[in-house]
């Protein structure tokens, strides 16, 4: 498997890019969010930069960002020209989320005066600027520039996944322990700013049930050390170990029924946390989905759940697939294809 982990690697590192393509972010787009209790749109917007180091060493099983990366350093000017072209889509939406295919606050991806310039760039439009990174990038020296130029609300995600350093660290091949992300964490809160920790549902190699029981530990392992927790279900992303696994029918992405059982269950366990869940690719095949017929009505009320901050509502869903799940989560562990 390690060298699976290589070969897919290699495969998805993209080349250097010419200037045309660090002209443009990735993409933007508008979501459903909830701030202070109000739900508002938010504004998404993914950076084109060199992407994830850590992606160029080892990556993560699941992830395929690499391809949206430049596979070199984006200048400032180049990046100055993504931040003027995703402003021209801003509507001063008050939830403003700026990610890049890795660490926002990584120098090696964005220089410390281009973090500046998109902190500026939503000062006093927007209320709350999220951006991503890895742990070891969130110290005082980059957050508190960050946090001084945009003057709102800053909230720092990380993707956690997992609080078992097993699953972390060999499953999902994280690069840091789960305690250097709640070391994070707590950094980040000491400077006054929101942390929001990432939880994967299903990494490979575990089953439907235990990657419920996972996310459900990691919600009472993390939830006195992050604002918000959000349940992430795997998508089949391309040029990953993940998607190696699946095209050889070892690997089926999660139940919309077990983001179901793992909301309802973390939330008697979130303490003060918020637990929320907004599945990408939700329905779709290489995404989490349950039978085709109920996955609309299923990923409403999901939606809904994570905003309100209701959990209830959930018990009242039901299809004949659910049977199958239960089935699945039973049987699994013997071998038995459901
Ligand atoms: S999941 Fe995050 S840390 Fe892992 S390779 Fe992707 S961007 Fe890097
Ligand atoms: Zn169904």
Redesign the pocket.
Known sequence: MPSVARDVAAARRPSPAPPEAARQPVNCWREPESLGGERVPAFVVILRTR?????DLK??S??G??KDTLGRSASPHELRQQIDWALRQYRNEPYVKVYT???FLDDREVDPSSREAVATAFRGRARRLLVET?PEFATAETLAPVREAFGGEVEVAM?LESADPTVLLQF????SPPDEYFAAADRVRSLGLRAKGYLLLKPPYLTEAEAIDDVVRSVRAARDRFDTLSINPVHIQNGTVVEWLYRRRRYRPPWLWSVVEALRRGAEVRGTARLVSFPTAGGLPRGPHNCGRCDPEVLRAIETASLDQRFDGLDALSCPCQEVHRARKALEPLGVEA
């Open positions: 992407g994830c180091y850590w992606a990556g993560c699941m992830c960002y690499a295919s890795g660490s890895l993707g999902v091949n994280k690069g």
